[in-house]
């Protein structure tokens, strides 16, 4: 988190990812169990940009393999991060994050309707010293269960409460466009290539 994604536009931001070491030498205290889960949960001294961060959740969506970000398409695609090792792991959050669009209880429930696979994570950020929250919702897309997913976005809106209360419908209209206007399109396409 604390390192540039490498996307091809100037004066990317890092984040801050806290270990014990340097909290210690930083502030001269320990770390506590509090500290692990502050930062499990993406509080405390835990910061993140939200480029690093939809990187982080496209290396979950396609089970541990992040790509640099570009603005413009490149020949070859260069691996910023590969967690591949973690892919039991990475299963279950991937399984959480369709919990989260599927179940009737689920944060990110309105995303249900898109006819495509769909795993989500909304949350809040706080800025400006804790005085302000950001809303964000995190969400990839795939055609089917078989498929890889082909979109990832994050939506974020300043000064507000909840992710899914702000975000999800930002989201759905996102997802919704997507799959009208590339999935649906592609496929009617495509069914008529076979005719």
């Given at each position: 988190m604390d390192e540039t994604t490498g996307i091809d536009l100037p004066g990317e931001a890092i984040g801050f990812l806290p270990t014990p070491d340097e909290k210690e030498e930083r502030t001269g205290e320990i770390w506590r169990i509090g500290d692990t889960y502050n930062v499990s949960i993406g509080q405390g001294d835990f910061a993140v940009t939200p480029m690093r961060l939809i990187t982080a959740i496209s290396a979950i969506a396609n089970s541990g393999v992040a790509y640099?970000?570009?603005?413009?398409?490149?020949?070859?695609?260069q691996v910023l991060l590969d967690i591949s090792d973690m892919a039991s792991a990475l299963a279950e959050v991937r399984h959480g994050m369709m919990?989260?669009?599927?179940?009737?209880?689920?944060?990110?429930?309105?995303?249900?309707?898109?006819?495509?696979?769909?795993?989500?994570?909304?949350g809040s950020a706080q800025v400006a010293d804790n005085t302000k929250t950001n809303a964000i919702v995190t969400a990839y897309a795939s055609r089917d269960m078989n498929s890889l997913p082909e979109i990832a976005i994050l939506?974020?809106?300043?000064?507000?409460?909840?992710?899914?209360?702000n975000t999800v419908p930002i989201a759905k209209d996102v997802l919704q466009w997507y799959y009208d206007e590339r999935v649906n399109i592609q496929s009617d396409e495509e069914g008529k290539e076979e005719e």
């Open positions: 640099i970000p570009h603005i413009k398409e490149i020949p070859e695609r919990d989260a669009v599927e179940k009737d209880y689920g944060t990110a429930n309105l995303l249900k309707t898109i006819p495509m696979v769909i795993g989500a994570k909304t939506v974020i809106v300043e000064d507000a409460r909840e992710g899914s209360l």
